[in-house]
């Protein structure tokens, strides 16, 4: 199976700054790459798919580029909101898997 | 708008199984283009996908190798859910179990997570 790999495992960001979070996969994935958010207590929310299509109603802040196996989410200015883990999801050959996630933390 | 609701016991014992229903709002637990999975979570495992059921002519099912051998995924079409039963738990089980639509590879839509504990 694809191993999503995601780093760094913890960011320390201060409201306002730009926070870049990466997903290495060990083959390449294509396009076929989602980004979740998940906040203590709630279930993971999606942000990104397509490598680089928001889901409905999220902030244009969110960005995600890259294909083939090195994939980024960029959030351009951090909000108070936006202090979570984010997760990396592989769809591109079953069976589909995630990283272990990324922790973005107030600095 | 789609809605997962899940529903089931909070403490299982040792030895016993698990399960867990997930009712389903604004979609068709047979649609033929969306597949229905249930994930755990728990700080030793993470986020892990244990499998899904979905509908393609027929009903089609896939389970991570991790739990293949203990694990059920059913359709419910009378009352548009899908369920799933875990035999055999041990305290290992433990964790916040989610069940989740995916159409075309990702997951759009959430249930609101169940803490399930195995003790005795």
């Known amino acids: 199976e694809i191993v999503m790999t995601q780093s760094p495992a913890t960011l320390s960001v201060s409201p306002g700054e730009r926070a870049n979070l990466f997903c290495r996969a060990s083959q390449s994935v294509s396009n076929n790459l989602a980004w979740y958010q998940q906040i203590p207590g709630q279930a993971p929310r999606l942000l990104i798919y397509g490598a680089s299509t928001r889901a409905t109603g999220v902030p244009a802040r969110f960005s995600g580029s890259g294909s083939g196996t090195e994939l980024t989410l960029a959030i351009s200015s951090l909000q108070s909101e936006d202090f979570a883990v984010y997760y990396c999801?592989?769809?591109?050959?079953?069976?589909?898997?995630f990283g272990l996630g990324t922790k973005v933390e107030i600095k | 708008q789609v809605q997962l609701q899940q529903s089931g016991p909070r403490l299982v014992k040792p030895s016993q199984t698990l399960s867990l229903t997930c009712a389903i709002s604004?979609?068709?637990?047979?649609?033929?283009?969306?597949?229905w999975s249930w994930f755990r979570q728990s700080p030793l495992r993470g986020l892990e996908w244990l499998g899904g059921?979905?509908?393609?002519?027929?009903?089609?099912?896939d389970y991570a190798l991790s739990v293949k051998s203990r694990i059920t995924i059913n359709p419910d079409t009378t009352n548009n859910q899908f369920s799933l039963q875990l035999n055999s738990v041990t305290p290992e089980d433990t964790a916040v179990y989610y069940c989740?639509?995916?159409?075309?590879?990702?997951?759009?839509?959430w249930g609101q997570g169940t803490l399930v504990t195995v003790s005795s």
């Open positions: 604004g979609d068709s637990v047979s649609a033929n283009t969306v597949t």
């Open positions: 989740a639509r995916a159409k075309g590879g990702y997951f759009a839509y």
């Open positions: 999801q592989q769809y591109d050959t079953w069976p589909w898997t």
């Open positions: 059921t979905y509908y393609r002519s027929k009903w089609n099912n």
